[in-house]
């Protein structure tokens, strides 16, 4: 049973150098969704849902916690 | 020349010696398994001198703290995570985790993590990383099959999320019959190595939430103070020992939590 698909999976042909470059391009595109991302995908914070510190340069807010964890850790 | 970041922040780490262990979703990519992350996220030695380092080279990049943990080895042995923030010369988003006790993963393979030289590509071993796959993330467990598929055949057995693998690996089976899903596959059963994988996937989902939830209750009120911090506020170097003194107010290091999750499943 495959379960990624091809396009996830073709990545063990390529050499060092081709990883690279796929993956800085795919990074490039990945910023589009910065604004979209939860606040985190990994660590004992995952739980946490609706921080927080505004990421934004110089601004703030008061946090607020959700302890509702529909995201990774 | 372009590359993974989060490769190159890893050997900056390891510079002066193996300190940081690159995990989870770029470990995926260095496996080549699926690029599907735009974090990077690092086991880190549980000292001082490690969590120095780091925030030395954090530093040189112009990051800074996201709410979480001060990185400090008190901390980190309590389980909790740090994390970072800096935009790269490309003004892309780098964020930048780390924790010294990746759950479900067990202290001998922990120990076995910082065997490496200086400057090296540090990537945590394929079992280890099947074992912090085990999230409430359902997406992590198609990965977790594709991360199995590299191990030797006994090995993946134990971990592969896959049933037709299942059924194939158990007519060549002579180990310990410690899961379901392989009790199920022995008996040529598909429905009920299906029945199994879920069913184990959903106990394991549960765990991680629970555990997820522990922290999360417990880092209220740290986080509720930490949250009034504006980004300038939050820059390294000057910003640690400032959340050093917040965490020692405000931040429990020990947290009651779930962690042995193979009792609980198989």
């Known amino acids: 049973m495959q379960m990624l698909s091809d396009d996830d999976t073709n990545l063990a042909e390529l050499s060092d150098e081709e990883l690279d470059l796929a993956w800085d391009l795919w990074f490039d595109l990945a910023q589009s969704t910065n604004d979209a991302d939860p606040l985190y995908t990994h660590g004992v914070f995952a739980g946490i849902t609706q921080v927080e510190i505004s990421e934004k340069e110089g601004t703030s807010q008061a946090p607020g916690l959700s302890r509702h964890s529909s995201r990774a850790s | 020349m372009a590359g993974n970041i989060y490769f190159e922040l890893t050997r900056a780490f390891n510079a002066a010696g193996p300190i940081a262990v690159l995990a989870s979703g770029q470990a995926v990519v260095y ?3 699926a690029i599907m992350s735009k974090d990077g996220d690092w086991v880190i030695r ?3 001198e490690a ?5 030395t080279v954090l530093a040189e990049r112009g990051a800074v703290y996201r709410a979480g943990a001060p990185l400090d080895p008190r901390w980190l042995a309590g389980g909790w995570s740090s994390h970072f923030e800096f935009f790269d010369d490309k003004r892309r988003r780098v964020r930048c985790d780390f924790f010294s006790r990746p759950p479900r993963v067990d202290p001998a393979s922990l120990s076995r993590l910082y065997e490496g030289e200086a400057g090296s590509l540090l990537v945590i ?3 280890s990383l099947i074992r912090m796959k085990h999230t409430q993330r359902a997406k992590d467990y198609a990965v977790i099959g594709e991360l199995a598929a590299r191990l030797p055949p006994e090995q993946e057995i134990q971990f592969t999320t896959d049933p037709d693998r299942l059924l194939t690996l ?3 089976y002579h180990g310990v019959i410690a899961r379901a899903a392989i009790q199920a596959a022995i008996a040529g059963d598909r429905d009920g190595v299906v029945v199994a994988l879920a069913r184990e996937q959903d106990a394991l989902q549960r765990i991680d939430r629970a555990r997820v939830r522990a922290y999360a209750a417990a880092a209220e009120p740290y986080l509720a103070d930490v949250g009034t911090m504006s980004s300038a506020d939050r820059r390294l170097p000057g910003v640690h020992a400032r959340l050093v003194e917040r965490a ?3 931040l429990p290091v020990v947290v009651r939590a779930q ?3 193979d009792a609980d499943v198989e």
């Open chain 2, 31 to 33: 496996y080549r398994v």
């Open chain 2, 46 to 48: 549980e000292t001082a």
């Open chain 2, 51 to 55: 969590c120095a380092q780091v925030l």
């Open chain 2, 125 to 127: 071993d394929l079992e």
């Open chain 2, 170 to 172: 158990a007519s060549s």
């Open chain 2, 248 to 250: 020692e107010r405000l």
């Open chain 2, 259 to 261: 962690e042995n999750v």
